[in-house]
């Protein structure tokens, strides 16, 4: 993967993201994304958020711009009780390993089912990408999955997220949030 993406391939990231009807924020350094938590945080009224797969830098930042009075949850969560224990979540935060420019597709490796219930459940998600993890195209991202296939043989899913979770019908109507978040985030750290 490239260490220091092209600011083309930065906005070509984001402006496919909107076109998929998420919004992208693209900020120089960690300590950006506090305001724009808070303000989507306090946009969606969010009584409680849920935190997974971060950093403890990435971590500590982001529950420091959640506002005071919103419950958060965080990690460990229980193994029992998943995923009762965070439908009251009305935003999920999670780290992302890395993001694909062709397709606006944010890229978790999950391994467990933690990361993937707090970036599907909540209605609105936000995921936190470094620009050092964008890569162009799908097939640049085989190199990362395998890796991550391989260091972890026996529990590995990979999530590929772009956009708001999104279902046609026969009609050809397209609804927004049936089988997931109807908001989707993306904050894009330029920071390497």
């Known amino acids: 993967m490239p260490n220091a993406p092209s600011t083309s391939l930065v906005e070509a990231f984001a402006d496919r993201f909107r076109e998929l009807s998420g919004?992208?924020?693209i900020i120089a350094r960690l300590e950006d994304a506090g305001p724009?938590?808070?303000s989507i945080v306090q946009a969606e009224s969010a009584e409680c958020v849920a935190l997974a797969h971060m950093d403890d830098t990435t971590h500590e930042a982001v529950r420091s711009a959640i506002p005071g009075g919103t419950e958060i949850l965080e990690p460990p969560y229980p193994s029992d009780g998943l995923p009762e224990?965070?439908?009251k979540a009305q935003v999920g935060i999670t780290g992302v390993d890395w993001a694909i420019a062709e397709t606006a597709t944010l890229v978790e490796v999950c391994t467990d089912d933690v990361v993937r219930l707090v970036s599907g459940l909540p209605r609105t998600h936000i995921g936190i990408v470094r620009?050092?993890?964008l890569v162009d195209k799908f097939t640049d991202?085989?190199?990362p999955m395998r890796k991550a296939l391989a260091d972890n043989p026996e529990n590995c899913s990979i999530s590929f997220i772009s956009g708001p979770s999104r279902t046609g019908d026969?009609?050809?109507i397209l609804t927004l949030g049936v089988h997931g978040p109807e908001r989707a985030h993306t904050i894009i750290i330029e920071d390497c």
């Open 85 to 87: 224990v965070l439908d």
């Open 36 to 38: 724009i938590i808070a």
């Open 170 to 172: 026969i009609e050809m």
């Open 131 to 133: 620009a050092s993890t």
């Open 23 to 25: 919004e992208a924020h």
């Open 141 to 143: 991202a085989a190199e």
